[in-house]
């Protein structure tokens, strides 16, 4: 948790702009599971295509994929696109969005992942 903890104020704010939700609308983002991720060359390599049945997940890169591994990344099957953020960086994207963790070559990539539901708080 320490490890992610410098990243979830910025990221969780851009996921809540992204999701419409904000403190006037009355609805706020939780984490309902926060954990750490390891994908490594004599490990789990992989991740195969997925959603997350959550609401929002927020990826953080805990390491640098520029001098720690090779290979890994995200790769989101309707965009067709691979994704590699930089340590610190992290991807919001919908829970139900179809999305695998790729293979990796050399070394160990680590992430840390949080995923979300909204919760609504109006008072009517």
Known sequence: LRLLEPYLPNASSHAVRSLGADQASGEELVFHDLFVVRYDEHGQRSLDMHEDGSRVTLQVALNDPRSDFTGG??????LGCRVQPGVGEALVFPGDLLHAGLNIHTGSEVQGLVRTKVRSCRIQ
Not at 73 to 78: A, M, N, P, R, S
Request: hydrophobic share 35%.
């Open 73 to 78: 990344g995200t790769f989101f099957q309707q």
